[in-house]
T-cell receptor, first 115, second 114 residues
């Protein structure tokens, strides 16, 4: 079975631009979460979507938005990019919304560089 | 809210030796789960091992074992018989049983020397 897939692998944007990152969960998984990992730090939670609805949001500005499609794939959108948005963006899928005892499977990530 | 602390930014270990990575946590949740992930330079987070707060025994998965001391709020990862392929960043993470997100520590870089 295919794991979590993300596209693109790498992306270079300039300040003020908009970016869309894509994620496909493991087949059968209805939960998709997005994390931002700045260089040298641990991942920080951005969003969780379950059954196409936003179920949780981390401490990120409104420039960050996401959505989940009927096939459970997801998009993360970031508007008005700042230099500080440069990071590895990780997508994770799981079989349930609540994570106690449930493993989250991570994708390979999208490396975003903002110049 | 959960907080994870990993105080070792980097460690060197000789091939075939064991290494212990420290992790302490703080939470107000009565039930929670603790995870360890490996992140090679490629960036993908690879699940290693899981420990539930009410599990009576320490978790083991092959060469990985988790030294869980609930009273001390610590969940140290032990890697036995280190291999060159174990060189990576290691993250400790946790979630409450009724939570929807993982909280990660800052990570520990492990370098295995031949």
């Amino acid at each position: 079975d295919a794991g979590v897939t993300q596209s693109p692998t790498h992306l270079i944007k300039t300040r003020g631009q908009h970016v869309t990152l894509r994620c496909s969960p493991i087949s059968g998984h209805k939960s998709v979460s997005w994390y931002q990992q700045v260089l040298g730090q641990g991942p920080q939670f951005i969003f969780q979507y379950y059954e196409k609805e936003e179920r949780g949001r981390g401490n990120f500005p409104d420039r960050f938005s996401a959505r989940q499609f009927p096939n459970y794939s997801s998009e993360l959108n970031v508007n008005a990019l700042l230099l500080g948005d440069s990071a590895l963006y990780l997508c994770a899928s799981s079989s349930d919304r609540l994570l106690g005892g449930v493993e989250q499977f991570f994708g390979p990530g999208t490396r975003l560089t903002v110049l | 809210a959960q907080k994870i602390t990993q105080t070792q930014p980097g460690m060197f270990v000789q091939e075939k030796e064991a290494v212990t990575l420290d992790c302490t946590y703080d939470t107000s949740d009565p039930s929670y789960g603790l995870f360890w992930y490996k992140q090679p330079s490629s960036g993908e987070m690879i699940f290693l091992i899981y420990q539930g707060s009410y599990d009576q025994q320490n978790a083991t998965e092959g060469r990985y074992s988790l030294n869980f001391q609930k009273a001390r709020k610590s969940a140290n990862l032990v890697i036995s018989a280190s291999q060159l392929g174990d060189s990576a960043m290691y993250f400790c993470a946790m979630t409450g049983f009724n939570d929807y997100k993982l909280s990660f520590g800052a990570g520990t870089t492990v370098t295995v020397r031949a």
